[in-house]
C-alpha cells in the first residue's frame, strides 16, 4: 500500500474530531422514514454501511422545522424525534463510526401540504414551485425580515437539539437548489433588500445560519457545508460566483466544505453523472396518469450524462486553491482504489461516498483489503435515486437482480 492510500485509510481528524479514516458516507435521503419517523429500516440501512468501514455516516434529510421539508417523510430535528433518533445514533455509534447530520429547509422547493407555520412554501423571492405543481402547489412567496428571523433560528434550534442527542458533527446544506442556496443562486433571489443583488448580499442568510448554528452548537463542534460549485441552469449560479462563496463560508470559520454541483430541483443529472434517471422515474411513478405524463416529459428534462471518475475534480481544487482554512472534503465519482489515489495525493481531507456504498456498503473494507483488485459493480444505472419514494426507500437494482 502506497503513501497515499495508506493516508486514506489512516485516522484522520476532522476539525477536533477523531475519525478511523478519511471515508464518509455521503448525505443522501433514502426513503426510509415513513411519516418522518427514523427506526429500523434507516437504523439498519446505516449501520450496515458503517459496519462495511466508513468512518462516519451522515443522516439526511434533517429538516430544521416542520415547514423545512420537501413532504412529511422527511426526519424533523425537533422532540417529536428525540426517542427514535437517540436509539438510532446509539446503535450506529456501536460500529465504532462518527454520526453527522445534514440540517436542510426546502424554501420553495416543497409538495409539502401539510404546513404549520406557514400558508405556503416561503423562498428569498417569489417563485414557481415546481416540485409543488403536481399536487396543487404551483406557487411559493418570499420571506419577509420576519420569516428570515425565524428561519434562521430554525437553524440554531435544530443544530443544538442535533448536537444534544449525539450526533458528532453537521453538515449545513448550502446547494442542490434548497432553501440557502436560494438565496444563493441569482436564479431564485431576485430580492433588491440587502439580502439580494451582490454575491455579498445574497451570503447574508446563509452566512447567518452558518452563525446561528456555530451559536448552537460551541466552537469545537464539526461544521461541514456543502456547497454547489454551479447550478448547472441557465441564470444560475456560475464557479466564479461560487468561488466566492466558499471564500466567505470560509472566513466565517466553516470547517470543511464539500464541493458538489447541480441542482435537485432544475437539473440534478450534474451531480450524479451516468444513465438517465428517466426511465426510473417513469417506473416508479406512482399512478398511470403521472407515468404516461413522465414518458413524455422525463427523457427531454433528464438526459444522460456518460459518467467519467472523479468528474468534480477540476472544480474542487480551484475553490481549494482560494480558501485557507477549511478542510476539504471531495465527492464526485470515486468508485475505483485509483480515484481515492488520486484524490488523496492531491491533498483532499476526506472523501463523501453515495452511490458506491449502496450497491457495496463494505466498500471501504473491500478496497483496502483487496486494493487495486477491487471493484464495487456499480455501473451508475442511477435508478437508485429514483427508488426513494417506494416502499422500503432506496435500493440497488443490480443487488435485487443478482440475488433474485
Not at 433571489?189 to 460551541?218: C, F, H, T, W
Request: neutral net charge.
Amino acid at each position: 500500500m502506497n503513501e497515499h492510500l495508506k493516508r486514506a485509510f489512516s485516522p484522520a481528524k476532522l476539525g477536533q474530531l477523531e475519525l478511523r479514516n478519511r471515508f464518509i458516507k455521503a448525505a443522501t435521503f433514502e426513503g426510509k422514514t415513513p411519516n418522518g419517523i427514523p427506526g429500523e429500516l434507516l437504523s439498519d440501512f446505516h449501520k450496515e454501511i458503517c459496519q462495511g468501514g466508513v468512518s462516519m455516516t451522515t443522516i439526511a434529510y434533517c429538516a430544521t422545522e416542520p415547514d423545512g421539508r420537501i413532504h412529511q417523510d422527511m426526519i424533523l430535528m425537533n422532540e417529536t424525534t428525540r426517542e427514535p433518533l437517540t436509539k438510532m445514533v446509539d446503535e450506529l455509534h456501536s460500529t465504532g463510526a462518527m454520526i453527522s447530520g445534514q440540517m436542510g429547509h426546502c424554501g420553495h422547493f416543497s409538495k409539502n401540504k401539510d404546513l404549520q407555520r406557514l400558508k405556503r412554501p416561503l423562498g428569498p423571492s417569489r417563485h414557481f414551485n415546481n416540485m409543488g405543481a403536481m399536487v396543487g402547489m404551483p406557487y411559493a412567496g418570499a420571506m419577509g425580515d420576519k420569516d428570515i428571523e425565524l428561519f434562521i433560528q430554525s437553524f440554531h434550534d435544530a443544530a443544538a437539539y442535533m448536537k444534544d442527542i449525539g450526533f458528532n458533527a453537521i453538515e449545513i446544506h448550502f446547494g442542490h437548489g434548497y432553501a440557502l442556496s436560494q438565496f444563493i443562486s441569482p436564479l431564485t433571489n431576485r430580492r433588491s433588500d440587502q439580502y439580494g443583488g451582490s454575491i455579498e448580499n445574497r451570503m447574508r442568510v446563509p452566512v447567518m445560519a452558518l452563525q446561528a448554528v456555530r451559536k448552537a452548537v460551541g466552537p469545537d463542534f464539526p461544521i461541514l457545508g456543502k456547497m454547489g460549485m454551479f447550478d448547472a441552469v441557465r441564470g444560475g449560479l456560475r464557479e466564479p460566483e461560487a468561488l466566492v462563496v466558499a471564500e466567505i463560508l470560509d472566513k466565517e470559520g466553516i470547517d470543511a466544505l464539500i464541493t458538489s454541483g447541480g441542482t435537485s430541483s432544475y437539473n440534478p443529472m450534474p451531480m450524479f453523472r451516468g444513465d438517465s434517471i428517466a426511465p426510473g422515474i417513469i417506473e416508479t411513478a406512482p399512478n398511470l396518469i403521472t407515468k404516461t405524463i413522465f414518458k413524455f416529459i422525463a427523457p427531454k428534462m433528464f438526459r444522460d450524462m456518460p459518467y467519467k471518475e472523479l468528474y468534480f475534480l477540476d472544480g474542487h481544487k480551484r475553490v481549494r486553491e482560494r480558501i485557507k482554512n477549511a478542510q476539504m472534503v471531495y465527492i464526485g465519482g470515486c468508485h475505483t482504489v485509483e480515484s481515492i489515489e488520486t484524490v488523496m495525493a492531491e491533498g483532499v481531507d476526506f472523501i463523501q461516498l453515495g452511490r458506491v456504498l449502496l450497491k457495496d456498503p463494505a466498500f471501504v473494507n473491500n478496497a483496502k483489503e483487496k486494493l487495486h483488485d477491487y471493484r464495487s459493480g456499480c455501473t451508475h444505472c442511477n435508478f437508485c435515486v429514483t427508488s426513494i419514494d417506494l416502499p422500503g426507500g432506496i435500493y440497488c437494482k443490480l443487488n435485487r437482480q443478482e440475488s433474485a
